[in-house]
């Protein structure tokens, strides 16, 4: 994209840059900040200056947070003897939204793809393992994608956590809550008829 | 077992669609026969109706390949639209060019309204097809005999295609992993290719058990009859995964795999493959009459194979969705002698399901006088055949 001047274009092109922002919602963006600007674009700016400064990932756990070690890692109410293994910040988040897990996050970073050229060494996977080595750690629990990839690195991670005495676990797959099962896939009602269990 | 309620496509118009500029067609038969010379567009006939369910057709083309050429406007947006006599009554199938949609993309409609996805279609519409192209099934790869005989499992599992995909991008990263270490001279990471090779047990052998459900099915449906007179086949899975699935529960089976391929690291580094596993499976087909592996058969011993495990397959069909699917089957008279002609005439007019046939040569058509209505196609035009009255 050619430089440009015009500094609404200039924030329109850096705004069509994010994730769920095209050009055309960009512009409407701007337009409406602009109507406001002391209101709505100077807050945004500074705050933007400010995460842009103060966040950082947590040393622990790979979460952002303007804290190191971040909020749950300091939280002394969350249960340090459960880990759970995540993809990336956004499914913790997903995680910390649902209030359903009580013990700590471990951000892997990726998933392993041979042919994406990911491998063990560029994923946090020695600091988990270094972790769960220090001691206190009961229960892993793998909260990965339910793709090939997935499935590869849970199998990888399991392998390498054996060794070091702890239980590991991953999340059920299965009929989503609310959800009728004439619209399931096969392969997912398939898993979910193999973990059935007694009421 | 009753015979299966029938499906019957009675109207068939097509817009722009390949060699048709437009078309309205009836049928009032159980079997449809359509003759005329080569280009007349007897297969593009075949086609379209084949695109009137889930997939791609019976050519697996994309959809832009579908648009005929314009006069010097380049290709145009297309349609083919059915309407159907099924066993829960009349409804309408459209397919084509999306409107103002690029031609690049298909849009479906039932009874007027758009489909989202494909799966509707698939409740109740079915077609299964024979075409020149396949008969070179016998000569070509293994891969190729594989994906038709994947196709075929597809039509009844349609998470098949999931596990075979699965299976085949967790080899392709262990077989990366694998040519890393030969480039680099450094050892991959041992528990990343254990993990690798779970994954491709899994999904590898539950590719292998559902290839080999369906042989056995094929072959069970082949041995009681079937095909009635026609000469029966055998199908004959040339596969160590499938075999070993014969003697042993699943897990056993994953768990052999495991450690053959753990075992095997070094040489398939060294070839540059996955030398073994369930992707490396053969179809074989067996002429029954004679007990004669099908590249032993002469050319008109192979269609008849081909013809055999169609209409099995078509029965399978017709007994797991409740209907008999359409059958499409493209210059299959041709190379079929007169008794054994005779015998697919028969067997066709005894399935519930409808049948088209296409051909050059009318004149090969004439036992069916009195069973099947019959059409000319030529100059952009499908008439009805005077010789081949409706029943």
């Known amino acids: ?199 | 077992m009753p015979p299966a309620p029938s499906l019957r496509l009675t109207r068939l118009r097509l817009r722009d669609f390949r060699s048709w500029a437009a078309l309205t067609a009836r049928f009032g038969a159980g079997i449809v026969v359509v003759t005329g010379e080569n280009g007349a567009g007897k297969t593009n006939l075949l086609e379209a109706i084949s695109l009137l369910g889930p997939g791609r057709g019976l050519r697996g083309a994309r959809a832009a390949e579908l648009a005929r050429q314009g006069d010097g406007e380049g290709p145009l947006p297309w349609a083919a639209a059915g309407r159907f006599e099924g066993p829960w009554g009349g409804f309408d199938i459209g397919t084509g060019t999306p409107e103002g949609g690029p031609l690049a993309r298909r849009a479906f409609r039932l009874d007027g309204l758009p489909l989202r996805g494909q799966a509707d279609l698939a409740e109740r519409v079915a077609a299964v097809w024979l075409t020149p192209q396949m008969d070179r099934l016998f000569q070509d790869a293994a891969s190729d005999r594989r994906r038709f005989l994947d196709r075929l499992v597809w039509a009844l599992e349609p998470h098949h295609a999931r596990e075979v995909a699965a299976y085949d991008h967790a080899m392709a990263q262990r077989n990366r992993l694998l040519a890393g270490e030969r480039r680099e001279g450094a050892r991959a990471d041992p528990a990343w290719l254990a993990a690798l090779e779970e994954a491709m047990a899994r999904h590898g052998v539950a590719a292998a058990a559902a290839r080999r459900g369906l042989v056995a099915r094929l072959n069970a449906a082949l041995a009681r009859g079937i095909t009635g007179a026609f000469p029966a086949a055998r199908l004959e899975l040339a596969c160590a995964v499938s075999a070993a699935l014969g003697a042993a529960p699943a897990l056993a089976v994953e768990e052999g795999l495991r450690a053959e391929w753990a075992a095997s690291r070094g040489r398939d580094a060294a070839a540059g493959a996955t030398l073994a596993g369930p992707h490396r499976a053969d179809l074989g087909f067996v002429h029954l009459p004679r007990e004669l592996p099908a590249a032993l058969c002469s050319t008109g011993e192979q269609k008849a194979l081909l013809v055999a495990v169609v209409l099995a397959h078509a029965a399978l069909i017709a007994e797991a969705r409740g209907f008999a699917p359409l059958l499409l089957l493209d210059e299959v008279a041709a190379h079929l002698d007169a008794p054994r002609r005779e015998a697919l005439f028969a067997a066709l007019a005894a399935l519930p399901a409808q049948s088209f046939l296409t051909g050059t040569d009318a004149a090969l058509f004439a036992p069916l006088r009195g069973v099947a209505e019959g059409f000319r196609a030529g100059g952009g035009q499908l008439v009805p055949d005077a010789d081949l009255p409706v029943p």
Do not use: F
Request: net charge neutral; with cysteine; aromatic share 2%.
């Open chain 1, 1 to 199: 994209m050619a430089q440009t001047d015009d500094p609404i274009e200039h924030l329109v092109g850096l705004l069509a840059k994010l994730p769920g922002l095209g050009r055309r919602s960009a512009r409407r963006a701007v337009l409406r900040m602009l109507m406001r600007p002391g209101e709505t674009m100077l807050p945004l700016a500074e705050a933007l200056r400010r995460a842009a400064e103060a966040v950082r990932p947590c040393r622990v756990c790979g979460n952002l947070d303007a804290e190191d070690p971040c909020h749950v890692c300091r939280d002394p109410r969350r249960d340090r003897s459960l880990i759970c293994v995540v993809e990336g910040v956004a499914d913790l988040w997903a995680l910390e939204r649902a209030h359903a897990h009580r013990g700590l996050y471990h951000v892997l970073g990726g998933t392993l793809s041979a042919l994406g050229g990911v491998g063990p060494e560029d994923l946090a996977v020695q600091p988990l393992l270094a972790r769960v080595a220090e001691g206190g750690v009961e229960e892993v629990i793998l909260a990965l994608p339910a793709t090939v990839d997935g499935a590869t690195t849970a199998h990888y991670l399991t392998d390498r956590l054996r060794p070091l005495g702890v239980r590991v676990t991953r999340l059920a797959q299965g009929v989503p809550i609310g959800g009728a099962l004439d619209v399931l896939d096969e392969g997912t009602l398939a898993a979910a008829l193999q973990a059935r269990r007694a009421v």
